[in-house]
């Protein structure tokens, strides 16, 4: 006999696995469920600007390494958390540029028309910052160490955070997060946001259409 569960409208008894409730008709499935194409798309997205953060911030402390022994590293004190949040999806090239000065491309594309480039901003220590622009348009921005943090998340807390919780539902159980990326194809938004403890375990959470897709813990206790 197939296993009971409540339809998440409705709330009567349906068969664990059904697509659509039987009583009101509801889809069952989530959002990466039902958009299993887009979500692919938001996910690639996602994992190619942490990508280009991640390698910028090892290549930047490679950089600070070797320059520390003839001075002063160069810094730049217009790549911070409160700029990163100012960079708008959907805002020009030309409006990041005259935030945070000219980019340094990590990557460029064309397919089918579409150019997509990637810009980094490097910040002090290991800090910085890249965006996406697709035909002159943000898509897509990620960031690292650009706010520190102590979260104090634990790993029961963590427990407790569900699939299709919105941020709110999230903050309310382990306190603020910050913004690691966004992205957005369409009228789709995907946002990860990331909680930190000072000995470096750590929680990330996306958000696809507000509500928590995708969630991963780093050595939490």
């Known amino acids: 006999m197939s296993k009971m569960i409540k339809c998440k409208a409705c709330d009567k008894e349906i068969a ?5 409730c039987v009583h009101c008709g509801k889809n069952q499935r989530s ?3 039902r958009h ?3 979500t692919g798309i938001l996910v690639v997205i996602v ?3 942490i990508v280009a953060t ?7 402390e490679s950089t600070t390494a070797s320059n520390s022994s003839v001075g002063s590293v160069k810094e730049d004190s217009k790549v911070n958390f409160e700029n990163f949040n100012k960079i708008n999806m959907g805002s020009k090239y030309e409006d990041v540029k005259t935030l945070l000065g ?3 491309e990590l990557s460029s594309a064309e397919v089918s028309g579409i150019k997509t480039a990637i810009y980094q901003w490097n910040g002090t220590g290991i800090s910085n910052m890249n965006v996406t622009i697709q035909n002159d348009i943000v898509t897509g921005k990620a960031q690292m160490g650009l706010k520190d943090m102590d979260a104090k998340i634990t ?3 963590y427990d407790e955070v569900k699939e299709g919780m919105t941020y709110d539902e999230v903050k309310a159980i382990i306190g603020e997060g910050q913004i690691l990326s966004r992205s957005k194809i369409m009228d789709i938004e995907s946002v990860m946001y990331s909680w930190i403890n000072k000995d470096g375990s750590n929680a990330s959470f996306t958000f696809t259409g507000e509500k928590l897709q995708m969630k991963a813990q780093f050595n939490l206790k």
């Open 102 to 104: 000219e980019g340094k």
């Open 36 to 38: 299993k194409v887009l």
């Open 31 to 33: 959002f990466l469920g």
């Open 47 to 49: 994992f190619v600007i």
């Open 155 to 157: 790993s029961a807390k």
């Open 16 to 20: 664990k696995g059904v697509k659509k």
């Open 54 to 60: 991640t390698s910028g911030g090892k290549k930047s």
